[in-house]
């Protein structure tokens, strides 16, 4: 590297020197401040774009209701799409993934009893952060959950009961919105 062009970017190069920055730490801080300024313009105008089009269809009316946030709405409105496609709520937990299996052998019925995950994953993982949400903010669920645990429910155990219970309001609140 030519000495005239070190000096021209504010560094005094050395003889020995390679090239860098005097106070690399800093520097470094600085872009990565920049950066994640930048990606969270990028995230406003995404959700700024999501609430406009979430307003285009019946669902928007749920954004008051139970916790839902634009990014959780968005995501069941884009995975479940019509939500008359499914007759009844057993049929979209079903395909949410969040259906409790049994195990049955003539007259005895397992007691271990564990959701199947067979349907969508986006869904599941949607449903469960968004009762998690409820139960932390104490917007409904908290009393349903308090009361599997104290049953002796394990708190993960008791959440997936809450998700599916969360799944089953949405589809009755969804299906209110066609009416």
């Known amino acids: 590297m030519a000495r005239g062009s070190a ?43 999501m609430l406009i089009k979430l307003m285009e ?4 009316k749920l954004l008051d209701k139970y916790c839902y946030d634009i990014i959780g709405l968005s995501k069941i409105v884009g995975e479940v799409g019509n939500i008359r496609r499914f007759p009844n709520p057993r049929k979209f937990v079903s395909y949410c993934g969040l259906n409790v299996t049994e195990k049955q052998s003539g007259n005895t019925v397992s007691q271990n009893q564990h959701i199947t995950k067979k349907g969508n994953r986006i869904l599941r993982f949607t449903f469960y952060s968004l009762a998690f949400v409820n139960v ?25 009961a809450c998700a599916r219970k969360f799944a089953v309001y949405t589809y009755y609140e969804m299906m209110k919105c066609h009416e």
């Open 136 to 160: 932390n903010k104490k917007k409904g669920l908290d009393v349903f959950y308090e009361r599997l645990k104290a049953k002796g429910k394990h708190s993960r155990k008791a959440m997936v």
């Open 57 to 60: 269809t019946p669902y928007y």
């Open 7 to 49: 000096t021209r970017y504010g560094y005094e190069a050395k003889e020995f020197d390679s090239v860098g920055v005097k106070d690399y730490p800093l520097t470094c801080y600085q872009y990565t401040i920049r950066i994640l300024k930048f990606y969270q313009q990028i995230i406003a105008e995404l959700r700024d774009k």
